[in-house]
C-alpha cells in the first residue's frame, strides 16, 4: 500500500499502520527432552511463568483498591536473555537443568499490534497531503489503488480520516439546500397561491448555483464546506429578489392589465437595487476572494461561490427571468382570471 500512495503527486508523510510492539523472547520447547525428564508442558509452561510473570498469591487492599500480590522468581529491572536461558527448569524428581537445555530462546525484534473495530481487523495507513486538493488526490488514490492492489476474499478498503468527514458535511449541507429549497418553494405558494409562479421562482434560484460552481471552477477552489454555505446564501438571494420582482409586477398587471408594460416597468423599478446589492456584495467580498489578510484564504471558497453567483444572478433576473415570467404569462385569459384572483384575495 505504501508503495502505491508515494507514486500520487501531493501525498506525504506515509504510515503504513504496522506497529511492532517492541522485542520480544520466544520460547521454543523440545518436547522430546521434556517427556524424557517427564516434564509436562503445563508444568514447564507454569515455571517459566513463576521466574518471568509471577503468579497471583493472593490479594491486598490501598484505600479503596485491590492490588494483586504477584509471586516470582526474578526482578523485571535485572532480567535478561541470558538469565532466562539460564534460569533452572526441575524435573520432578528434583533435578534441574537451565531452560536452554530444554528450549530453544530466541530474541526477536518484535511482532505486529493487531487492531480491531466493529469486530473486525483493520491497518490504518495514514498520509497527509501537501499543495494539493483532497478531491483530486483522494480520486487518484483510488484508481492506483484499484490497479495495483489486489484484495483476498473478505477484505476491503474504506477511505477515512478527513475525507470521511468532509463527505458526511457534504451530504449534510446537500440535506440542508434541498430542505431550503422546499422551505422557500411552501413559502412562495402562501406568497403568491400560483404553482407555475412558485416553480418558476424556484427554477431561476437553482440556476444560480452554475455561477457558484464557474467562479470555483475558474479560480481552481475546490468545493468544501464553505463553498456549499455560499451555494446555499445565493440560492436564497436569487429568490428573495425573484419575490420583489413578481410583487411588483403583480401589483402593476392589476391598474394596467397589459402584461408586457408590467415586466418592464417591475424590471425598471428593481433594477437599481438588484445591481447596488451585487456590487456592493461582490466589493465587500473581493479582499477575501483575494486572500488578503489574516485568515482570509479559510473564507475563500465562500467569498469566490458567492460573487460567482451575483455575477450570474444579474443576467438571470433581469433577462432570463423576465423572458420566462412572459411565457408563462402569454394567455390574456389566463392572465385577466389572475388579476381577478388576487384582488380577490387581497
Do not use: H
Not at 536452554?100 to 511482532?111: C, E, I, W
Not at 427571468?321 to 384572483?341: G, H, M
Amino acid at each position: 500500500m505504501q508503495e502505491n500512495l508515494n507514486k500520487v503527486k501531493g501525498v506525504a508523510d506515509i504510515i503504513n499502520g504496522i506497529i511492532y510492539d517492541g522485542p520480544s523472547v520466544t520460547v521454543l520447547p523440545d518436547q522430546s527432552k521434556l517427556a524424557q525428564y517427564k516434564i509436562t508442558p503445563s508444568d514447564f509452561q507454569t515455571q517459566l511463568q513463576v521466574y518471568n510473570e509471577g503468579i497471583p498469591v493472593g490479594q491486598i487492599q490501598e484505600g479503596e483498591q485491590m492490588l494483586n500480590i504477584r509471586l516470582r522468581y526474578t526482578s523485571f529491572k535485572n532480567n535478561s536473555v541470558d538469565l532466562i536461558k539460564n534460569q533452572p527448569v526441575f524435573s520432578p524428581d528434583g533435578s534441574y537443568k537451565p531452560l536452554k537445555y530444554y528450549a530453544n530462546v530466541q530474541l526477536s525484534a518484535g511482532d505486529p499490534e493487531l487492531t480491531r473495530e466493529d469486530l473486525k481487523s483493520n491497518i490504518e495507513v495514514t498520509a497527509r497531503l501537501e499543495n494539493r486538493d483532497m478531491g483530486s488526490a483522494i480520486n487518484e488514490i483510488k484508481e492506483v489503488i484499484a490497479k495495483n492492489v489486489l484484495l483476498p476474499p473478505g477484505y476491503y478498503i474504506e477511505y477515512g480520516g478527513t475525507f470521511q468527514q468532509q463527505q458526511s458535511s457534504f451530504r449534510e449541507l446537500l440535506l440542508i439546500l434541498m430542505t431550503a429549497i422546499i422551505l422557500v418553494f411552501t413559502v412562495l405558494l402562501f406568497l403568491f397561491r400560483d404553482l407555475r409562479l412558485a416553480l418558476l421562482i424556484i427554477f431561476i434560484s437553482v440556476l444560480g448555483i452554475g455561477g457558484c460552481i464557474w467562479a470555483l471552477f475558474i479560480t481552481g477552489i475546490q468545493l468544501n464546506v464553505g463553498s456549499y454555505t455560499g451555494i446555499i446564501m445565493i440560492v436564497g438571494v436569487i429568490a428573495e429578489n425573484a419575490i420583489f420582482t413578481v410583487n411588483q409586477f403583480l401589483t402593476t398587471l392589476k391598474t394596467t392589465s397589459d402584461v408586457d408594460k408590467s415586466i418592464n416597468y417591475a424590471i425598471s423599478l428593481r433594477i437599481r437595487p438588484k445591481l447596488m446589492t451585487a456590487i456592493g456584495a461582490i466589493l465587500a467580498l473581493t479582499p477575501l476572494a483575494l486572500g488578503i489578510g489574516v485568515g482570509a484564504q479559510m473564507q475563500q471558497p465562500l467569498a469566490i461561490a458567492v460573487i460567482g453567483g451575483f455575477i450570474i444572478a444579474m443576467p438571470l433576473l433581469l433577462m432570463v427571468f423576465p423572458s420566462l415570467l412572459r411565457l408563462l404569462y402569454r394567455n390574456p385569459a389566463k392572465e385577466t382570471k389572475f388579476v381577478y384572483i388576487n384582488e380577490k384575495f387581497i
